[in-house]
């Protein structure tokens, strides 16, 4: 389980083999070896968890944990720190989400209370990436564009899908969902 949790880690923050050893404080070999399933890491394995800022159990086991990426308000866009995570939380027994789709979400942290009614100051927000699919009226969602992300909830009221922002004060304005908008899904909201 160790050697496919720290490929999986690897892979998520886009680190070459290199990179990563020298973030474990070990040498490239020795992760290889680790990867093959030569030698177990075990040893090291408190070791790794303190420097990949990940539990043991997580290292080891079942523990599903999703990447805090960014913190968000109702204001102006944010932007997702997809390499230099804040923190983890873990998602292991939240209703719905299994582990095959733990692997594709994140967090946010609500800052504020921009968000009130629907989110307070400490709300953490799951996100699946790339959910388009599964997206309905209604539904608030994580939209990317060039200038960052926004949270929104999702509009098909006029049979074309648009997006409105969380700001009751502009909650009447509609924005079009263009080709170029990437939106992921809030699939869970847990309140502080």
Not at 30 to 46: A, F, Q
């Amino acid at each position: 389980m160790l050697a496919k949790r720290l490929e999986e880690l690897r892979l998520r923050w886009g680190l070459k083999k290199k990179d990563m050893a020298r973030k474990l404080g070990i040498s490239i070999p020795y992760l290889s070896e680790i990867v093959t399933g030569k030698k177990t890491g075990m040893r090291k394995i408190v070791d790794f968890a303190e420097r990949l800022g990940v539990s043991v159990e997580w290292l080891t086991g079942d523990q599903v944990l999703a990447p805090v990426v960014g913190e968000v308000s109702a204001g102006g866009p944010f932007q997702l720190r997809e390499n230099s995570y804040l923190e983890f939380f873990d998602i292991t027994n939240l209703p719905g989400i299994t582990k095959q789709t733990g692997l594709r979400c994140y967090a946010l942290r609500v800052r504020g209370n921009s968000l009130i009614p629907f989110h307070k100051d400490g709300d953490i927000l799951i996100v699946e990436k790339q959910s388009r699919e599964k997206i309905r009226h209604g539904d608030m969602v994580i939209c990317h564009r060039e200038e960052g992300s926004y949270v929104r909830s999702y509009d098909l009221r006029n049979c074309l899908p648009s997006l409105r922002p969380l700001d009751l004060s502009r909650y009447q304005e509609s924005e079009p969902l263009t080709a170029s908008t990437t939106i992921d899904k809030i699939v869970f909201a847990i309140s502080s």
